[in-house]
């Protein structure tokens, strides 16, 4: 693609990633602009915005390329942390940065660089294009392209993934040969524009411990958990008076305020199909066999999608979480997916 003149905006968080992201394109002879985009942030957590921020405006006066900032913390507020709070709050395990990615770096963001005449966006995200379609990054540790089932066509269409085909060392290489001045900077682990603050502080503030009981699979009463809306299917929870574990949610009883736990993550009944709703696809859905993903870093099922449901091949290993995301693969690329339940 031959990118010399277009006028590319770039998403610069701050981090590595996005900044070589601008730096690739620059080389590439694009007229970048660097935009950080401002959310919205809990009050009374810590969070790492204006550092952010203030590093993001040092990748773009080393790049000398123009910088603004978006504030997109309305978008944010309604379609990430409010609907993390309402979903959780219903029992289901959402994940922001799906809805960040639609809501706010390929609504907002999108919505403000083609108002300003750009003609692509770009971001650091480890994934590929391929025919026009979202491809798994090269980096299969790194890749997140099962964060990006959710965009529309029309922005994934003017997108750009610079750092998609490269490896993370490699990313980190290249960030000192342009001599950027995040390039040992490490990366977030929190929520998408949150920083360093995890799903469990907030979902701590915001909802509170409620302990309550935990009970195996045959019913047996073993010992007491903080809260049922702090806890998701499938992850290894730290019980208190407990028998010796490990111990893994298969069930919530939300009303109850209690956990069925096992010492695996396997299934308490045999999942042999997955219903989605508020499906995406990019393309039209195979009708042999395709690849899935149930939650980011999962394994990778096959299966059949006949309308809305996904049909596993053999039953799932584990359990599943309602309000994670299905993503459906073919030969590496998206088709599309859907939230589970």
Sequence with gaps: MNLTGKRIFVGLSGGVDSAVSAALLQRAGAEVTGVFIKGW????????????????????????????????????????????VREYGEGRTPNPDIMCNKEVKFGAFYAYAREKKADYIATGHYARKEDGRI????????????????????ALAHTLFPVGKYKKPEVRKL?????????????SQGICFLGNISVDDFLAQEFGEAPGKAYDTEGNDVGVHNGVLLHTIGERV????????????????????????????????????????????????????????YRYHGPKVTGKILGNTFIPSAPLPEAVAEGQSLVIYDDNRVIGGGIIG
């Excluded at 099962?146 to 066509?153: E, G, P, R």
Aim: include cysteine; hydrophobic fraction near 40%.
């Design 41 to 84: 942030y809990p009050p009374g957590m810590p969070c790492s915005w204006a550092k952010d921020r203030k590093d993001a405006m040092r990748v773009a006066a080393r790049l000398h390329i123009p910088f603004v900032t978006l504030d997109a913390s309305k978008e944010y507020k309604q379609g990430v942390m409010d609907y993390l």
């Design 135 to 154: 491809a798994r990054g090269m980096d299969e540790d790194k890749d997140q392209s099962y964060f990006l089932w959710a965009i529309s066509k029309e």
């Design 175 to 187: 960030a000192k040969d342009f001599r950027l001045p995040v390039a040992a900077k490490r990366d």
């Design 238 to 293: 730290s019980l208190t008076n407990a028998a010796p574990g490990p111990w893994y949610v298969v069930r919530k009883r939300v009303r109850e305020n209690e956990l069925v736990v096992s010492k695996d993550r396997l299934a308490q009944d045999a999942v042999t199909s997955i219903t989605l709703s508020q499906t995406n696809w990019f393309t039209d859905i195979p009708k042999g066999e395709v690849e899935a993903q």
